[in-house]
C-alpha cells in the first residue's frame, strides 16, 4: 500500500532558537503545518518546505501562560488555537497579505515557464502570511486534548470538562459539560445507563472527533476507552451518551478513520486495539489488533513500551504508530503490517551493532501521504543548537519521511486489474517489463473492440486483455516514469493515476487537469491551452477504456459536473473531447467492459454505455446513460464508499443460464462500505427479455436485487471480464485483499457432469488463505499475486566515526521498493480438501497443470500440510495429510513432489510422511518402472537413511544396471561413487544425486569433440607414441577416485563385475558405439578388458552380421559400384600430382613410419623436409596457423589428407571432411583447386569422385571407429580390427593385421575365425553387396598368405592341447609384439595398393598419435 522511500529529510531552521520543537501539525488542507516550541508558533509551507511566519511570546506572557503544548487548525485554516500549560487557550488569526510571495523562483534564460499563467505564483511560492493573537482563553485547568469539531472548538481539561467553544464567538459560546454527569453503558440498547458518578477524578486524556460515527473517540486517564456520541443536534449534557469498550483498561491514545469508521486506540502493553462501532446496538465491536509478533520481532516484540502516537494517512488507507521507547510502523487499515523500524537495518549497523530507535515527539502527514512530518525527540539530548562558523542554517528535529503508495489506495477502480502502479510525489513506478518481453505465454480471448486500430508497440502481445507473465513478474526493478515537471509545478500533488490494460500508457491527475504518457514514444502529453486545464479539477477519478481515457471532473467556469472522455491520440483539448454533464458529485468511477459506473455524493449509482464513433479524421466516443440505482437507503454517508466495481460475478440462485454469452455480462455491483463488501446482483426473477425481439439495451435495464454482505474488512477486491474456458474457477472468482486476515477468494463450484452443461446451479464458496507479501495485483490465469515489499541498504560505513551523529545516512538505512509476487493456488487447493470438495479442487488443478510452478505448488501444499500436522502436539482427530496423498497421486508428478518434500524436511518428519504417501521402496520400484531414474536417485538418498545397507545396495544395484542400460552416464558415476559410500560405511554423509541429469553425449566419445586426427602434430609426439609402454591413465575427478583405491576390495569388485557385466553384454549385442561411449564416460579399463575377453566375448562370432551393425550403428553407408563401368579417376593412378609422386618416390610412408619407431632420434628436420614438397601456398598457410596447436590442427589437416587422398579411391570421406573450425576453408579449396590444376576431369568423372564422397560416413563416426580400431589392436582382437578395416576400406589395416599374425604366435582359433568370417564376408558381398567386392580384390593378396597361415598353424596346433590359461597372459607382451609387427607391414605388389598403403600408413600414425594424445591425458579431456 505504502513504501518508504529513499533517506528522510532533515529541515533547516533560518531562525536563532535555543528551544526545541514539539508539536507539528498540518492545517487540513495539507498545504501548510505549524510547528509548536515552547515559546513560539511558526507557519511552514509544505512545498517547498519553507518558514512563512513565526510568532514569538514575550518573556512575560511566556511566564503567564505556560509553555505551549498542542495546536489545532480551524477547517478553513484561517486560525490557529493553541493550549499552554497553565491551561490557556491563544486564538491566532492568519490573514493572508493578498498577492504578496515570499520566495520567487528564478528560472534559466529561455525556459518554457510563464509568468502569466493563472494560479501560477500561488503554487509555485509561499504566499506572505501573518500571525496575530486575537484571543486569550482562560480555562482555569490544565488542557489534556484540544480538538476541532466542524465550527467549533472541543477542549478537555484535566478537572473533568469538556468545553465546546465557538471559533466565532468565543465570548458567550461557551459550554462545559461535566464528564460525570454523562452516561455510559455497553450499548445504546441497555437500559441501565451506568454513570462515572463514582470517580470524581476521572477525565479525558486523548480524544479525537469522527465525522461519519457523529462522535468521538475518548481515551480516560485510567486506562478506559469509549465513544461519547450526541443523540440529538444539541451538544449539552443531557444529550451526550458514552458506550464502553469493556476489554481495554490501559489505553494511552486514539486516532479515527472517518472513511472506514475505525477507532484505533493504543495502549499500554504495545499493541494497538482497533474498534468500530456497531450499527445495530451501538456497542463498540473490536475490529483487530495491531502488534508486533515474536516471530518477527523476537527481541523487541514486548520492550516497545506503551504506544505514543497514532497518525491515519490522508487517504484512510495506512495508519503510522510509534511507541515511548520509539521506533516507526506502517500498518494497512485491517492490520496488515507493511513497514517497522524495530528490525532489521533501521535497528542494526552495519558492523551488527544496536542502534537507538528513533523516538518519535510528534507527526503528521503531509499532502496526499506522500511526507510524514516527524519531530525528532531523541535529538534534543544529543545534538547541540549552535551556530557553526559560516552562520548557515541550523539542522533541528524535523524529520520529512517520503512514501510512495498503490494508486489503488486513491483510484481503487483502476479499470486495468493486472498491473502493479505505484505513485510517488513526482514519479510512477510501473512493473511492465522491458521493451524486448514481446512474448506472451498467455492466450486470452482479445476483446473484439477495434483490435485493428491499435499500435502495436514493444509491449503489445496482440491480447488486448492481458500482458505475458514474463512481462508482469519480469525482474526486480521497475519501470519509473518522471512525471512532467512543468505539469508538476502548477498541479502539485498528484492525487490520482491509472494505467491502461496493456501497461503502455498511463494518465496522472494532480490538483487540475490532467496528463497522459506513452511508454512506447516516451512522451508526455499536456493541456495545449493552460486555462482548460486550470479549470478542470478531477473529483472521481480516471480510468482507461481502450485508447480513450475517461473521468469525472468538476468545471470551475461553468459549476458544472461532467464526465468527459479524451481520445489518447489526438491532441489534449477540450474540442476532441466528449463531455456529459452529471448531476451530483462524482466520488467514485469505473468501467466494465464498454460501461462506466459512476457513484456520486447523493449515494447513487449511475450505468453509461460508452460506444467508439468513428467520424472525421479522430474517432470519438460517446456515452448515453443506461440505469441509476440509488443506494441512499444502505450507504450512511457517501464518504464511506471505498470503491465501486461492476463484475460478472453472480449467485446463480435459480438462473438457468439459457445463453452463454450471459457469463461476461455486467451481472453485478461490488460496493465496498467502509470495509464492507456489498453485492448488488441483477434481479433475473422476472420475465426475461429476449435480444432478438428487443433492442440490447433494454436487457440492461434489469433491475437490482437487494444488497448482500459477501465479506467484512476487505480492503481491495480484483475481478476480471475475460472469459477462459479452461481456468473458469479462476476468472470467475472474486478476490479480496483483507489487510492483516490475508485474502479471500470467492471461488464458484461446478459440477463435474457435463452432460448438461445449462441446466446446472452453480455456487460459490468463500476461502480464506494467508499470503507474505501485501497484494497489489492478481493475475487470474496465472494463479499469482503480485505485490511490492521495502528492502533496505545500510551506507553508514561510508562515514567516519567523528561525523556520523549527525548524518541521516547513518542513522537510516537507504529504503528501497522491490517487486514481488506469490503462488497462491495451493492454499486454495488445501482449502477445498479441508471442506471435502476435492472434486473441485481436481478440477482446478488439471486447468493449471501447465503452470510452469505447478509442481512447486504440489509441493508446497504437502510440505505446509505435513509441516503443521507432524510438529502437532495435540493429537490430530481428522488429518489432512493422507487427503493431501491422496490427491497428489492423480498427478504424474506424484513421485518427485513426494521425494523433494522429503529431502527439504528433517529426518524426524519422515516416517509420518512416508505412512501417509506410501512405503519409499515401493515409490523407488515404481520410478524405475516410469523410466524416472533421476527421481529413483533421490529416493535412494531416503532408503540409506531409513533402510538397513543391504537394502540400500540391492535398490543401488537395480539403478546402476538400469543407468547403465539407459546410458545415464552422469547417474552411473554417481552410483559407483554411492555403492562405494555404502560398502566403506560413508553411510552417515549420503552423496547428493542431481537432480537434473548433466547433458552428456550417448553417441559420441567425447574427447573428440574439439579436434580432428591429423599428421601435423609434432614429430617428437609420434616418436614418444612410438616408444611407449601401452598404460592407460584414468581420469582423475569423481569417476576417477574409484580407481585409484585398493582394487582388492570386495565394493570394488562388486561394481567391476557389474562394469564387466555390461560390457560383455554390449560387445555381444555388438554395440561397439555404446562400448566406446561407456568406458569413455566411466573410465572403464577397455584394453585390460578386451585382452581378458579376447577369446570369449571380444571375438567376432558372425562378421557379417557385425559388419552390418556397424554400418547401421555409425551411419555408415554401404559401398556402392557405379553405374558406368568406369574406373576412379584415381584407382587407376592416371592422375597423380608431382606432390604426390615425389612423396611416394621420395620416402614412402613405410620407411617413414619404420624410421620413427625403430630409431629413437629426434626427427623434426626430415620431417621438415617431407614437407618441405608441398607447394608454397601450403607452406604459407602452414606459418600462418603456428599461432596454437589447436589451430594448427584445424588448418593442416584436411590440406595433408587431401594430399595423400590421390590415388586411392576410397578415402575421400576423411580427406574432404573439413574440421570444425572452418575459418580456412576457402584458403583450403583454393589450394587444392591448385594441387589440381594439372587435372582435367570430365563430367563422368566428377560424378564418380562424388559418388566415392558419398559412401564415406560422417566425420565424427570414422573419428569414433578408428579410435576403436586402435583399441581393439591394442588389446590384439584381430578379427575386430579386420571388420573395422573392411568397413573403413583401408587395405593396410588388413595387411598390418596379417603381418602381426605372422610375425606371432597367434592363437589358431582366431586366424581360423578371421578366414571363415573374410569367407563369409565374400560370399555376403557376392550376393547382397557387391560394392566390397572391388575392395575385396584389392586385398585377395593378403587372404592369400592368411590361407597359408591358418595351414602352417593347423599341422603343430594338432598335438598340442588348447592352454586357456594363455589368454589374458598375453596381455602383457601383446604391445610390443603389435608394434614390432606393426613396423614390418609388407607393401602390397600392385601400383594401387602401395599408395594405398602408404596413404593408410600416415593415417594409421595420424589415429595412433591422436590416440596417444587422448590415452596420455585422459585427465583432462574425460571428466
Not at 984 to 991: L, R
Request: hydrophobic content about 40%.
Amino acid at each position: 500500500m505504502y513504501f518508504l522511500s529513499g533517506w528522510p529529510k532533515r529541515l533547516l531552521c533560518p531562525l536563532e532558537s535555543l528551544e526545541r520543537p514539539l508539536h507539528i501539525q498540518t492545517d487540513p488542507q495539507r498545504a501548510f503545518f505549524a510547528v509548536l516550541f515552547p515559546s513560539q508558533l511558526s507557519i511552514w509551507y509544505c512545498r517547498p518546505s519553507v518558514l512563512i511566519v513565526s510568532y514569538k511570546e514575550l518573556s512575560k506572557a511566556a511566564s503567564q501562560f505556560g509553555p505551549y503544548k498542542q495546536a489545532e487548525w480551524r477547517p478553513d485554516s484561517t486560525m490557529i488555537a493553541v493550549s499552554t500549560a497553565n491551561g490557556y487557550i491563544l486564538f491566532f488569526e492568519i490573514p493572508s497579505a493578498r498577492d504578496k510571495y515570499l520566495y520567487e523562483p528564478i528560472y534559466p534564460k529561455g525556459s518554457p515557464h510563464l509568468k502569466g499563467t493563472p494560479h501560477y505564483k500561488e503554487e509555485q511560492c509561499a504566499p506572505s502570511l501573518n500571525l496575530e493573537m486575537k484571543k486569550v482563553l482562560d480555562l482555569q485547568a490544565s488542557i489534556t486534548s484540544l480538538q476541532s469539531m466542524l465550527e467549533d472548538l472541543l477542549v478537555a481539561t484535566a478537572d473533568g470538562f469538556l468545553h465546546l467553544i465557538h471559533w466565532d464567538g468565543m465570548t458567550n459560546g461557551r459550554k462545559a459539560i461535566n464528564l460525570c454527569t454523562v452516561p455510559f453503558s455497553v450499548d445504546l440498547q441497555s437500559s441501565r445507563a451506568g454513570s462515572l458518578m463514582g470517580f470524581e477524578d476521572v477525565y479525558i486524556r486523548d480524544m479525537e472527533y469522527c465525522a461519519t460515527l457523529d462522535g468521538f473517540a475518548v481515551v480516560f486517564n485510567d486506562g478506559r476507552v469509549g465513544f461519547i456520541t450526541p443523540m440529538s443536534s444539541r451538544f449539552t449534557a443531557e444529550q451526550l451518551h458514552g458506550v464502553w469498550a469493556q476489554d481495554v483498561v490501559d489505553g494511552t491514545c486514539v486516532a479515527v478513520n472517518n472513511k472506514y469508521r475505525l477507532m484505533a486506540f493504543g495502549c499500554a502493553n504495545g499493541s494497538v486495539q482497533v474498534y468500530t462501532i456497531d450499527t445495530t446496538t451501538g456497542a463498540m465491536q473490536f475490529s483487530h489488533k495491531l502488534e508486533l509478533t515474536p516471530k518477527q520481532y523476537p527481541d523487541i516484540w514486548n520492550k516497545t513500551g506503551p504506544v505514543k502516537l497514532i497518525r491515519w494517512s490522508p487517504d484512510s488507507c495506512v495508519v503510522m504508530v510509534t511507541w515511548e521507547c520509539g521506533g516507526l510502523s506502517l500498518w494497512s487499515v485491517f492490520g496488515a503490517q507493511l513497514i517497522c523500524t524495530l528490525g532489521g537495518d533501521f535497528a542494526y549497523q552495519s558492523d551488527g551493532a544496536k542502534k537507538d530507535p528513533l523516538k518519535i515527539r510528534s507527526m503528521t502527514w503531509g499532502s496526499e501521504g506522500y511526507h510524514l512530518w516527524v519531530i525528532d525527540g531523541s535529538s534534543s539530548s544529543n545534538m547541540k543548537l549552535e551556530r557553526n562558523a559560516n552562520n548557515e542554517a541550523q539542522q533541528f528535529g524535523i524529520l520529512q519521511f517520503q512514501f510512495i503508495k498503490s494508486a489503488l489506495t486513491v483510484n481503487p477502480c483502476m479499470s486495468n486489474q493486472e498491473q502493479v502502479l505505484l505513485q510517488g510525489e513526482d514519479r510512477l513506478y510501473l512493473n511492465c517489463g522491458d521493451a524486448a518481453q514481446t512474448q506472451s505465454p498467455r492466450n486470452t480471448l482479445a476483446h473484439s473492440e477495434h483490435n485493428h486500430t491499435r499500435e502495436r508497440g514493444p509491449f503489445s502481445d496482440g491480447s488486448l486483455d492481458s500482458q505475458g507473465l514474463s512481462t508482469l513478474l519480469g525482474h526486480r526493478h521497475w519501470h519509473v516514469v518522471q512525471i512532467h515537471s512543468t505539469y508538476l509545478e502548477s498541479n502539485w500533488p498528484i492525487r490520482f493515476s491509472a494505467i491502461d490494460k496493456l501497461g503502455q500508457n498511463v494518465a496522472v491527475v494532480g490538483k487540475f487537469g490532467f496528463a497522459h504518457y506513452s511508454l512506447l514514444t516516451k512522451k508526455w502529453k499536456l493541456f495545449g491551452n493552460i486555462t482548460q486545464e486550470q479549470t478542470m479539477m478531477v473529483t472521481g477519478g480516471l480510468a482507461w477504456w481502450n485508447d480513450f481515457i475517461v473521468l469525472a471532473c468538476y468545471n470551475l467556469n461553468d459549476h458544472q459536473e461532467e464526465l468527459r472522455i479524451y481520445l489518447r491520440t489526438s491532441n489534449l483539448d477540450n474540442a476532441f473531447a466528449h463531455i456529459t454533464k452529471v448531476q451530483a458529485n462524482t466520488l467514485l468511477l469505473s468501467v466494465f467492459r464498454d460501461i462506466v459506473i459512476l457513484f456520486r455524493a447523493d449515494c447513487s449509482i449511475c450505468l453509461y454505455s460508452i460506444e467508439r464513433r468513428s467520424e472525421g479524421l479522430n474517432p470519438t466516443a460517446s456515452i448515453q446513460i443506461l440505469q441509476e440505482v440509488s443506494m441512499s437507503r444502505y450507504i450512511p454517508h457517501p464518504f464511506l464508499v471505498v470503491s465501486v466495481t461492476l463484475t460478472s460475478v453472480r449467485t446463480e440462485t435459480g438462473i438457468t443460464l439459457k445463453m452463454p454469452q450471459q457469463a461476461c455480462e455486467a451481472e453485478s455491483i461490488m460496493l465496498n462500505l467502509a470495509g464492507q463488501l456489498i453485492m448488488l446482483q441483477r434481479d433475473r426473477s422476472g420475465p426475461q427479455i429476449r435480444d432478438k425481439d428487443n433492442n440490447p439495451n433494454q436487457r440492461k435495464h434489469l433491475p437490482f436485487c437487494a444488497p448482500v454482505v459477501l465479506a467484512q474488512s476487505v480492503e481491495n477486491v480484483w475481478t476480471t471480464c475475460r472469459i477462459n474456458k479452461q481456468k473458469r474457477h479462476l476468472l470467475e472468482a472474486l478476490w479480496l485483499s483483507c489487510g492483516g486476515a490475508g485474502m479471500k477468494v470467492w471461488l464458484p463450484l461446478f459440477p463435474r457432469d457435463h452432460r448438461k452443461p445449462h441446466s446446472f446451479l452453480s455456487r460459490r464458496i468463500m476461502l480464506p488463505f494467508h499470503i507474505n507479501i501485501y497484494p497489489l495485483a492478481v493475475l487470474f490465469e496465472d494463479a499469482l499475486v503480485l505485490g511490492a515489499v521495502n528492502d533496505t541498504v545500510l551506507y553508514d560505513c561510508l562515514y567516519t566515526q567523528t561525523s556520523a551523529r549527525e548524518h541521516l545516512e547513518v542513522l537510516f538505512p537507504f529504503s528501497i521498493v522491490e517487486r514481488t509476487s506469490q503462488i497462491y493456488l495451493h492454499h486454495i487447493l488445501r482449502q477445498l480438501l479441508v471442506r471435502n470438495l476435492g472434486e473441485q479442487a481436481l478440477l482446478l488443478a488439471h486447468s493449471c497443470a501447465t503452470l510452469p510452478y505447478f509442481p512447486h505448488v504440489l509441493e508446497l501444499m504437502l510440505h505446509e500440510v505435513l509441516e503443521e500436522e507432524a510438529t502437532s502436539r495435540e493429537p490430530i482427530p481428522d488429518p489432512l495429510l493422507p487427503t493431501v496423498a491422496k490427491f497428489i497421486t492423480e498427478f504424474p508428478l506424484f513421485l518427485q513432489t513426494v521425494v523433494h518434500c522429503a529431502r527439504k524436511t528433517e529426518y524426524a518428519l519422515w516416517n509420518y510422511l512416508f505412512a501417509a504417501v506410501g512405503n519409499p521402496k515401493d515409490l523407488f520400484e515404481e520410478c524405475l518402472m516410469a523410466q524416472d531414474l533421476d527421481t529413483a536417485a533421490s529416493y535412494l538418498i531416503i532408503l540409506q537413511n531409513m533402510e538397513v545397507p543391504a537394502v540400500s545396495r540391492q535398490h543401488a544395484t537395480l539403478l546402476f544396471n538400469t543407468a547403465l542400460e539407459q546410458g545415464k552416464w552422469d547417474l552411473c558415476r554417481h552410483m559407483i561413487r554411492f555403492l562405494k559410500a555404502i560398502g566403506s560405511g560413508e553411510t552417515e554423509t549420503p552423496p547428493t544425486t542431481p537432480t537434473t541429469q548433466e547433458p552428456s553425449s550417448s553417441s559420441g566419445f567425447e574427447f573428440f569433440r574439439h579436434r580432428s586426427i591429423s599428421l601435423s602434430q609434432s614429430a617428437e609426439n609420434l616418436h614418444s607414441k612410438f616408444n611407449l609402454t601401452k598404460t592407460l591413465s584414468m581420469p582423475s575427478g569423481p569417476s576417477g577416485k574409484r580407481w585409484s583405491k585398493d582394487s582388492d576390495c570386495a565394493e570394488n569388485m562388486y561394481i567391476d563385475m557389474m562394469l564387466w557385466r555390461h560390457a560383455r553384454r554390449l560387445l555381444e549385442e555388438i554395440k561397439l558405439k555404446d562400448l566406446g561411449c561407456f568406458a569413455a564416460q566411466l573410465g572403464f579399463e577397455l584394453i585390460g578388458w578386451l585382452c581378458k575377453e579376447r577369446a570369449r566375448a571380444a571375438r567376432v562370432e558372425d562378421f557379417v552380421c557385425a559388419l552390418k551393425k556397424l554400418h547401421k550403428d555409425f551411419l555408415w553407408p554401404f559401398p556402392v559400384i557405379p553405374a558406368s563401368s568406369i574406373n576412379s579417376p584415381f584407382k587407376n593412378g592416371k592422375y597423380k600430382t608431382a606432390v604426390g609422386e615425389q612423396l611416394l618416390k621420395s620416402q614412402s610412408t613405410d620407411t617413414f613410419v619404420n624410421m620413427e619407431m625403430d630409431t629413437g632420434i629426434s626427427n623434426t628436420p626430415r620431417s621438415r623436409s617431407w614437407l618441405g614438397t608441398i607447394s608454397s601456398s601450403q607452406r604459407e598457410i602452414d606459418t600462418v596457423s603456428s599461432h596454437g596447436p589447436h589451430m594448427q590442427d584445424a588448418f593442416l589437416s584436411p590440406l595433408l589428407s587431401k594430399v595423400f587422398l590421390i590415388g586411392d579411391e576410397c578415402s575421400i570421406g576423411s580427406a574432404t571432411d573439413l574440421t570444425e573450425t572452418s575459418s580456412m576453408v576457402d584458403g583450403d579449396w583454393t589450394m587444392v583447386d591448385e594441387n589440381f590444376s594439372s587435372l582435367s576431369l570430365t563430367q563422368s568423372e566428377l560424378e564418380q569422385l562424388s559418388l566415392e564422397l558419398a559412401s564415406k560416413g560422417p566425420h565424427k563416426s570414422q573419428v569414433q571407429l578408428r579410435y576403436l580400431l586402435h583399441i581393439f589392436m591394442e588389446a590384439g582382437c584381430l578379427d575386430w580390427c579386420v571388420v573395422i578395416g573392411l568397413i573403413l576400406r583401408e587395405s593396410s589395416v588388413i595387411s598390418q593385421v596379417f603381418s602381426i599374425m605372422q610375425s606371432s604366435d597367434i592363437d589358431g582359433e582366431i586366424c581360423q575365425n578371421i578366414k571363415t568370417g573374410l569367407d563369409a564376408v565374400d560370399k555376403w558381398a557376392s550376393t547382397d553387396c557387391p560394392g566390397y567386392k572391388p575392395f575385396l580384390s584389392i586385398i585377395k593378396p593378403q587372404i592369400q598368405k592368411l590361407n597359408e597361415i591358418v595351414e602352417e598353424q593347423v599341422q603343430p596346433e594338432a598335438f598340442q592341447p588348447v592352454n586357456p590359461s594363455k589368454v589374458p597372459e598375453q596381455a602383457n607382451p601383446r604391445a610390443e609384439e603389435s608394434r614390432t609387427s606393426s613396423s614390418h607391414g609388407t607393401n602390397p605388389q600392385s601400383d594401387a595398393g602401395s599408395s594405398n598403403a602408404s596413404r593408410h600408413e600416415e593415417d594409421k600414425a595420424k589415429t595412433e598419435d591422436e590416440d596417444s594424445f587422448q590415452e596420455g591425458s585422459y585427465d583432462c579431456v574425460v571428466s
